[in-house]
């Protein structure tokens, strides 16, 4: 069993930075891919960006790259996503969750229970 604890969201205004967290507890946590996942009110969860168990790849949805990354710290069992430059549209509670190394939310087996970001203009 994994367990996941977001940290770190909250109220910025635009063109502002927040950087999330994902505490990861669990004996299989550090073999898992870890992703970031978001959702805004009436719309789907989006995939955001993911790391591989050993941070050796990342990989971003389209509209994040060059303002978001992600990161691994594996020793803290931490996953990071240091957001700049937000705009109100990446308005959100986002998730960090365990699995595969995808984009699908399927992929993923364990979900943290979220962290809101308010990006005020």
């Known amino acids: 069993q994994v367990q996941l604890v977001e940290s770190g969201g909250g109220l910025v205004q635009a063109g502002g930075s927040l950087r999330l967290s994902c505490a990861g507890s669990g004996r299989t946590f550090s073999g898992y891919a870890m992703g970031w996942f978001r959702q805004a009110p009436g719309k789907e969860r989006e995939f955001v960006a993911g790391?591989?168990?050993?941070?050796?790849?990342?990989y971003y949805a389209d509209s994040m790259k060059g303002r978001f990354t992600i990161s691994r710290n594996i020793p803290k069992n931490t996953v990071y996503l240091q957001m700049n430059s937000l705009k109100p549209e990446d308005t959100a509670v986002y998730y960090c969750?365990?699995?595969?190394?995808?984009?699908?939310?399927?992929?993923?087996?364990?979900w943290g229970q979220g962290t809101q970001v308010t990006v005020s203009s």
């Open positions: 969750a365990a699995g595969s190394y995808g984009s699908n939310p399927r992929e993923y087996h364990y």
């Open positions: 790391i591989s168990s050993t941070a050796s790849r990342t």
